[in-house]
């Protein structure tokens, strides 16, 4: 025969058993839904980053371009210091 208190702690068992379940799953959903947040902020990041050095290296271009258009960087014009003051 088995007494009440026994078919109490294995059905006190068992609900334990399944609370004990049910918060492993939704531990690996909550990490699975992080990761899944993570990689997406990871690829906008580097799909921002891309475009960026994309931008500056066409910047570059052009420049490097022009300069080689123009035979160089424009010089600038020494300014002399008036005679007869010293410094």
Known sequence: MT???SVEQRMAAAATKARRD???LQAVRDYAAEKARVDANTS???ALRLEKEATEARAAAELAELKKATGG?????RR???SGMSA
């Open 3 to 5: 007494s009440t208190k």
């Open 22 to 24: 049910n918060d492993a």
């Open 44 to 46: 906008r990041l580097r």
């Open 73 to 77: 960087a424009p010089k600038r014009a």
């Open 80 to 82: 002399r210091k008036p």
